[in-house]
């Protein structure tokens, strides 16, 4: 390992027009072998020709405006569902657009309403006959005949964006003025796709210092529509994942050829909330995914071999217009990629990115971002701000996830010029470097130790969606902070969904399943708890041995007389008000300090589970409560068969919680003989063997000084290790 | 009203044989002019001979014992579910009453298991075909053939109670020892109503001293499950309104034939909830109830013409055998009774007894009932206890009701012996009894004030539940606390239910309509929601100017995209978890004291609305939020057409919230114009106006000294009333 050169290479410098003596000294200083552009800033031929490989960014739905302001029919178009009317009358006209952001959207009325677009009875939940209701455009209104008064009605229609959401974003937030809007044009055209072909080769041709092209991403942004009041209501809907704004009728027209059968408006509107990443997908919904990923990989592909053609390197920006990208879909690696970017905020999120198969460079776009001010309006590089410990504390967050699975590079983004009076900073990114090619150095042709036993989370989305629940972190999706903790620990983790789980069963090696989330949720499950395979497999699984960790409402559906499918397993379920009559078994009330459980056995302050799930009852006293509230059990364990179950009311990321997990999975998985290797004894530190190289790296994930005592290979032989804060030790075995 | 003679009359004594001498004593010092025996107590020659009227208890359906005990093919029975069981292999065995209290319950075989009971696959939802399974009589046991590893099976069956449930609980409440258990006859055999005919004969020509037959109260219990351990689970089910207990072979043929139909175990199983009366009732199960009522009417009014032939007057008490008696029925004055006698704790249940029509006297048994020990085990006429506390916190309950609903006799219970060394306790009751017997000289030949518009309360039950939600005040019911805060205000309620709406629209004269309850309940209506009739009717009403109160989850049913079917009129819904990617508009944040509006005015101390709904969100700047909490609206108003709603997330009785529900009605209503009339300023008292007799009734619900200003008929004319602790003043006006 001593051969390794930790002062060089796998960075990626942004470098700065203007500011070329920096860029420069920073480059070397930093071991840079790579300078990049950012939003806003550009390379000036000095820094372009210095001898660094270059990297450029692209966005080419949005690169070709001339073109795109004289074909407005060719911008991207998503459904809206108008804002409910009730109807005062037996004729209800409907103002279309109203609530929404005029700037973003315009009606399509060029392609046949009366084809595409669908009027409900919200109240009856029937479609009005298309007989019934007629269009205004000039109005931009949709009038029904026949309404009942009492009844409210939406209609859902066609809307072209005339402002790609990013742009709008920026523009907005930054006040760029009289700037020009950018439109997203739809790649789906033929007549589009070759003036976006056209560009490409224009732009590789022009641009011969590129080494990689950085697309951001390919065709198609997240989900994100604007309503008309940015101070009270802003975002109507935005979701990380939902291909809402891939549609267009040439598009459904398509899919209906392939698919055999035809897609409605209300097959993406749902009611208004469309297909949030969030809840259940229909399998319509993954059909129609399928389709447009098939679509993204065959027209991506092109302009990734157009990019080779020309002997640059295509890597792509895991952010903004990955939609139809799917960096963990098996189909990922026929893009022909050579890299990954994500930018990441957790540990999840470096996960995320080294999870994706199909590309040899995992790279991370490490914060701080280069900005005068952070995500929030605080003070980062300007007066007020402490860039220095901000990247500490950014870095101990993924450095748990670099610990644990394999990066090949990180960089930074933004104004290099901001850090200039920041020289502790600099020295702080020289120091941070060294330390990411070093613990890249103990991965190379090895894997950190993990528990000899295997995980699964079991989601509707499975491994498409695996280290994520769409996009970064959103506080009360309690899923997010379960991964957050597993991005750090020694464990092997799949991700499975309910259709695999059907067709091949649990996989082999996984001793124990998590399922997290509220009712109804792509993450507990929603809908695909209908299929009794799904309990009976998961049951039996427990039943012969396996383990169960729940959280929040696990395996929920509405039944009667029951809420959770495994509460028999679970030894517990919920009450949602329907049980006032029935009475529930009084359980030992727990304290617990009190109540010694190998679970508990690192608990020392009162137990945060972040928003939990309350009206929990068990069964009887095979079901031990070891923390509970207001007789509602926040923590129980349940034998069931030869196997185990644990539950949980909720779930919140934090090092407490982290263990009270890892010795839960432990436990429902059997393996408490095998704990202790490995193990850091300080809840706020975490230990890890990389075994080729000989090398125990101990990690400080916490802001303060930390003392801890490691357990060895064999469980036992224990080490005592003291930490700075935000600190490492290596040390040999 | 100078004439009414306040010391005599209206007032049941319970006697006690060999305390004759203070039965007299007390009862000339409270003017008894009645006296009954109870539950543990005889009454003497002495007593029954003084020249009082006496009333006696009667429960037919547990007298006739020796009969029963020869006759167990027609002891009363009920359809249990088994305890789920996880099928291990393809044959599963199933204990029926393992779970069970086996000294209730024993497993009746000899009807025809095939025909009657069902086998459920919990996992499918599908009922087990009847030739997979058999039955062991001797080991109590089903065994399932042809059953699927990891699905949950549960057994619906017959079970005959071998122990009445009231004799039950009071045995072993009181540790009865050997004492005989007695059993409850099924009433609808023909053999049985001979027996019970000829016992009551027997009875009441047995009795010649006896004026009132009080009966406890005709012929089936509410419903009671026990459990087999009492430490953890004695309540496995409890309801006092399902019709649970009256299941028989014999009753669902009858039905059959009657209603062409036929109902199957699981109409009364449910998967284990049963028919609980707070869960909205399916319309197989309400005709069933009907059924019941029928058979009860038809075979009670024989009994009830039986004493009537005695020359005795037939009371009925509203407690324990009621099921199927339903004094709120139209159809209830058919049984011919003479009085209704109902416990109360709490001023709903005054209104309830006054509520009911077809029975001359309806009369109230106060408390405390005269134990050495209070329901919660508290001392009260012992050692430690203070029953004339005890009395004056019952009394200021009752009493708001007392003044709103004419109610025609009031008395105690138990054992009168305990009074004898609280002397304090006998001179409070007799000024007591004044203060009733003047209030009710004041509801002679008048009303007293209410407001100028009517309140309806919409729940699945209607009328049929007024004034309850089956039984006694529980917990976590949010309607009981509402009924509560109802039951002495001056407003004129009703109780409306789906049916009747539809049918016949909002009630003339109704000005605004309250719905409350969690999703799903009978309360706030359930199923009953899914019929868009009902949202049509309401929505029009608000429109043309009508109110609607909803509480905690009012109109919810689970729809695409919305939750709250009254959404538009309430201006705000509930987001369940399932709308995580929608955004939500942002209100300005609210402070109670610093946003004056008509319904907070009175609100001086922080909001406690007992478990409030979360997850509320409001449309837009229409809906005014008053109280929030994490960004949920706890209270909020919104206008819609030419009517007003009013939104509260949950609901506590307090002096407090009483007002602040009074202000809403009124409010929402669009009766502020009206406010002030008969007001009294402190939320502790509460103020009534006789027109007639021309008395302004003041009232201190308090246990403390309070000072209030009431504003007269003109709403602006100021009198000041002083009020000692659980006081009342009478002024003329």
Not at 121 to 128: A, I, N, Q, S, W
Not at 686 to 706: H, M, P, Q, W
Request: net charge neutral; proline share 5%; aromatic share 12%.
């Amino acid at each position: 390992m001593s051969t390794v050169d930790l002062t060089q290479g796998d960075f990626t410098l942004p470098g700065e027009a203007g500011y070329e003596q920096l860029t420069l000294r920073l480059a070397k200083k930093w071991g840079a072998d790579t300078i990049r552009d950012s939003d806003g800033t550009q390379l000036s031929p000095e820094i372009v020709q210095s001898g660094y490989a270059i990297y450029s960014t692209v966005c080419l739905v949005r690169s070709v405006q001339p073109w795109a302001r004289v074909h407005q029919d060719k911008l991207q178009q998503n459904f809206l569902m108008s804002f409910p009317v009730v109807a005062e009358k037996a004729t209800t006209t409907i103002t279309l657009l109203k609530g929404y952001f005029t700037e973003q959207f315009v009606v399509n009325f060029k392609d046949s309403p009366k084809s595409w677009w669908q009027v409900f009875d919200r109240t009856t939940g029937k479609e009005v006959a298309k007989t019934k209701w007629s269009f205004n455009e000039k109005k931009g209104t949709v009038t029904i005949q026949g309404t009942t008064p009492g009844h409210k009605y939406t209609v859902n229609f066609l809307a072209f964006r005339i402002w790609e959401e990013i742009s709008m974003y920026n523009h907005i937030t930054n006040n760029w003025g009289d700037r020009e809007h950018l439109a997203a044009v739809d790649p789906m055209q033929p007549e589009t796709q070759k003036v976006l072909l056209e560009f490409l080769d224009t732009w590789l041709r022009e641009h011969p210092d590129t080494k990689v092209v950085r697309f951001t991403s390919m065709f198609y942004n997240f989900s994100w529509f604007w309503g008309a009041d940015q101070k009270t209501l802003r975002d109507v809907y935005s979701d990380w994942g939902d291909y809402a704004m891939t549609v267009s009728p040439r598009a459904l027209k398509l899919f209906e050829k392939k698919y055999g059968y035809k897609l409605t408006s209300e097959d993406f509107v749902h009611g208004g909330l469309y297909n949030s990443t969030h809840n259940a997908p229909s399998r319509r919904y993954r059909d129609y995914m399928e389709f447009v990923h098939d679509f993204v990989i065959e027209f991506g592909r092109k302009c990734i071999d157009l990019v080779h053609k020309y002997q640059k390197l295509a890597y792509v920006f895991y952010d903004d217009h990955w939609v139809g990208v799917e960096p963990s879909s098996p189909r990922f690696h026929e893009f022909g990629f050579d890299g990954l970017i994500k930018c990441v905020f957790n540990a999840f999120e470096v996960r995320l990115c080294a999870h994706s198969k199909g590309v040899k460079t995992h790279e991370l776009r490490l914060h701080p971002y280069l900005f005068p001010t952070g995500l929030k309006g605080e003070p980062t590089f300007k007066e007020g701000g402490n860039p220095t410990l901000d990247a500490k504390n950014f870095w101990i967050d993924a450095r748990r996830g670099i610990v644990r699975a394999p990066i090949d590079r990180i960089g930074l983004g933004g104004y290099l010029s901001l850090v200039e009076p920041f020289p502790e900073f600099q020295d702080y990114i020289e120091g941070l470097l060294k330390e990411f090619r070093l613990l890249k150095s103990f991965h190379a042709g090895d894997r950190p130790w993990t528990a000899p036993y295997k995980v699964a989370v079991l989601t509707a989305w499975g491994d498409l969606r695996a280290w994520t629940c769409s996009g970064h972190f959103t506080p009360g999706v309690p899923l997010y902070d379960v991964l957050e903790s597993l991005a750090g620990l020694p464990l092997d983790v799949q991700f499975i969904n309910f259709d695999d789980l059907v067709a091949t069963g649990v996989p082999k090696g996984v001793k124990t399943i998590i399922n997290c989330g509220r009712a109804g949720t792509a993450w507990s499950g929603g809908h695909y708890w209908s299929d009794p395979r799904v309990e009976q497999i998961l049951t039996q699984f427990v039943q012969k041995g396996g383990g169960l960790v729940g959280i929040g409402e696990p395996s929920a559906l509405a039944q009667p007389g029951q809420f959770f499918k495994l509460a028999q397993v679970l030894g517990l379920d919920r009450d949602c008000g329907e049980r006032v009559a029935n009475g529930k078994f009084k359980y030992d009330h727990p304290h617990v300090a009190a109540t010694p459980h190998f679970i508990t056995a690192d608990v020392t302050t009162p137990l945060d589970l972040g928003k939990e799930t309350d009206g929990i009852y068990v069964f009887g006293p095979d079901t031990t409560v070891l923390a509970d509230k207001g007789n509602s059990p926040r923590l129980a364990v349940h034998p069931f068969g030869k196997g185990r179950a644990v539950y949980l009311s909720g779930f919140k990321f934090s090092h407490e919680n982290t263990r009270l997990l890892h010795r839960a999975l432990a436990w429902s998985a059997s393996q408490e003989s095998t704990w202790g290797t490995w193990q850091s004894s300080n809840v706020r530190t975490e230990a890890t063997c990389f075994a080729r190289a000989g090398k125990l790296v101990v990690i400080n994930n916490a802001g303060s000084d930390e003392e801890t005592v490691v357990t060895l290979a064999d469980a036992k032989t224990a080490k005592k290790v003291k930490l700075p804060a935000h600190g490492i030790q290596i040390l040999d075995v």
